[in-house]
């Protein structure tokens, strides 16, 4: 493993045809973030329409990250309109797959940079060895090409880390600091810090770390006042551009990153969404993080601190650095009660590196034995099951209504909010004025703690009563033999769409509720989701039911009439065609988060 797989010029080439492959292969949901805060806010931006969640509304996201999607899509959309491709079921495939794509883009820089953090920390071997682990990474390849902003931060953060002046290995100590060379540059390694840091505001804690150790390092006041100079001058540029992004979409000036702490931490509305104990992130999130690496890696960091005391050598200090980032950032985010393993995500380089060391140590093992070794925890990271099984289903029927969408005109997601994808992979076209609802999870936001300990959002209601929440509203359940315009006329929060959507562990309570073999609503697609899920609302399949027309015994669904899924007929005048609102509709700062609001009453209509 210690010759690259080719001449040096293919590396790139040959990284990223793996992330391309990864970025295909992943056919299963993670976290709702991946789309309701970077694509839906895109979508919305270029196309004009999708969800825009709480968050937007009070302004705690910064629009940095889906302004990137949102180019992409502009992109794509003059591309396809210049290449003639106007099938609708084509075009929804490659808007679809095209951010997975441009996040492999930014994967595979993460992948090179480790690589050469690792070479110039190292070695060139043990370069090698970091980027075959961090290719072979399970955590990198269920994350890396999602488009969640952690996975762009964490990109960002090893590209920051490999310019960032670390000790010297040609150097006989850690003591001299060099600030700007052939591969460090401060400027550069702080403004990417200060971009991760609007990306992800808890980012700073890493460059709060390795600031401290630099500034206490550099033994001249001058590199001192060099060092906090650059950083603030630096910080305070970004800061400003990224209020001047934020001003153009918000329509005035704001700060989400100060809102976002202040939500998160101050008001700690963050536990609304989950709490985990003290010990999680030691427990649970490293050990995700690392799989099969963590044994490697707790020995290498325990390695490193016990030298603390000693002459550190640069390679030897640059790991110590490392461990002590990793440690810090942990604790700091244990006092947190909201915890999820991506906001750690950005440690992940770094544990990679350190784990590449703990196998070149000549102490522990040769070179035969760590050839082996490393092919072993590379077959044995395969993640197949949490990329092509565990949570497929809820990807599986957007995908499957969006290629079904010639046959219904309504559809409803009876499930725990952000469950699915949304717009921006349902791709309705806004000239088709359909109606299109899901529950929502609006949190406790402005209340008292009083009212914030009794707080129960939609779908809390709906699970906590599901037949007294459909009698209070929904009109009465459309039945065989009754006046099928009869329950549309009544006027209640929600209709009863074409489509409905939900997981299998409400089919008998709603099969029940509609009357059983009387309902006019029938079973017509079915997709595995999960063998096991720790949310009790969340199991069983994905399941779809059709609301027959009056005197139909189909509706929809595969080979149930219709054109089918994405066959001939679906035609139309095609995703962007005629009377649809292309690019330029809404650049930033226009159809912003005003447009949202909570759920999608807002958006029926558009």
């Known amino acids: 493993m210690s010759q690259p797989p080719g001449p040096p010029h293919l590396l790139f080439p040959f990284a990223l045809s793996i992330r391309v492959i990864n970025a295909v292969n992943v056919s299963t949901f993670f976290q709702p973030d991946e789309y309701f805060q970077a694509l839906e806010p895109a979508w919305r931006m270029v196309f004009g329409e999708g969800w825009l969640t709480w968050e937007w509304r009070e302004e705690l996201r910064s629009i940095a990250h889906p302004l990137i999607f949102s180019w992409l899509y502009k992109g794509t959309y ?6 003639g491709i106007h099938d609708e079921a084509v075009r929804g495939d490659i808007f679809n797959v095209a951010p997975r794509l441009l996040q492999a883009v930014f994967a595979t820089l993460g992948d090179i940079y480790t690589y050469k953090l690792g070479t110039k920390t190292l070695g060139e071997e043990a370069g090698w060895t970091s980027l075959f682990l961090s290719l072979g990474s399970a955590f990198h390849w269920f994350c890396s ?9 964490t990109s960002l953060t090893i590209i920051a880390l490999y310019y960032w002046p670390w000790p010297s290995k040609e150097e006989k100590t850690a003591k001299r600091v060099v600030l700007d060379g052939p591969e460090t540059s401060l400027k550069l390694s ?4 200060a971009v991760t840091s609007i990306l992800r505001p808890t980012n700073a804690l890493i460059w709060a770390t390795l600031g401290a150790f630099l500034y206490f390092r550099a033994s001249m006041r001058a590199e001192r006042i060099l060092i906090v100079s650059e950083a603030a001058k630096i910080g305070v540029s970004v800061i400003v551009l990224n209020m001047l992004l934020d001003h153009r979409y918000y329509g005035h000036f704001t700060f989400p990153p100060w809102k976002f702490l202040k939500f998160n931490l101050v008001q700690s509305l963050s536990i609304f969404y989950g709490s985990m104990p003290w010990h999680y992130y030691l427990s649970q999130g490293l050990p995700l993080l690392l799989t099969f690496y963590s ?14 005391a000693d002459a550190l050598s640069p390679s030897l200090a640059t790991r110590m650095q490392f461990s002590v980032a990793t440690i810090a950032t942990t604790l700091v985010y244990s006092l947190i009660k909201h915890k999820e393993v991506r906001f750690i995500y950005p440690l992940l380089p770094m544990l990679i590196i350190l784990t590449a060391s703990a196998l070149h140590n000549p102490i522990h093992f040769s ?5 082996k070794l490393l092919f072993a925890l590379l077959a044995a990271n395969l993640p197949y099951y949490s990329t092509q099984m565990h949570q497929r289903g809820v990807i599986d029927v957007v995908n499957y209504l969006r290629h079904d969408q010639n046959n219904w005109r309504s559809v409803g997601f009876l499930m725990p909010c952000h469950s ?16 299109i609802w899901a529950l929502t999870c ?4 402005n209340l008292s703690p009083q009212e914030k300990s009794t707080y129960l959002d939609e779908a809390d209601h709906f699970y906590a009563d599901p037949i007294a929440f459909l009698k209070a509203n929904f009109p009465v359940p459309p039945r065989k033999g009754g006046n099928p315009k009869k329950s549309m006329r009544e006027e209640t929060r929600y209709q009863w769409p074409e489509r409905l959507v939900m997981f299998e562990v409400l089919e008998k309570v709603l099969r029940e509720y509609w009357g059983g073999d009387e309902s006019r609503y029938r079973s017509c697609a079915r997709f595995f989701n999960s063998h096991f899920h720790d949310d009790k609302r969340r199991k069983g399949d994905v399941v779809v039911y059709c609301l027959e027309k009056d005197g139909a015994k189909g509706m929809g669904g595969p080979g149930m009439g219709g054109s089918g899924m994405g066959g001939p007929g679906m035609g139309g005048s095609g995703m962007g065609g005629p009377g649809m609102s292309g690019p330029g509709m809404g650049g930033p700062g226009m159809g912003g988060p005003e447009m949202g609001g909570p ?8």
């Open 442 to 445: 609006e949190p406790p936001v």
């Open 367 to 371: 070179p035969a034995a760590r050839k």
């Open 78 to 83: 003059f591309i396809l309109k210049g290449l």
């Open 420 to 435: 699915t994808p949304w717009m921006a992979s349902l791709q309705v076209p806004s000239t088709k004025h359909w109606d």
């Open 190 to 193: 702080l403004g990417l810090a």
């Open 295 to 308: 044994p490697l890696a707790i020995q290498e960091i325990s390695s490193v601190l016990e030298k603390v």
């Open 145 to 153: 090409t999602r488009t969640f902003s952690n996975s762009l931060e």
């Open 599 to 606: 759920g999608m009453k807002a958006w029926r209509g558009c």
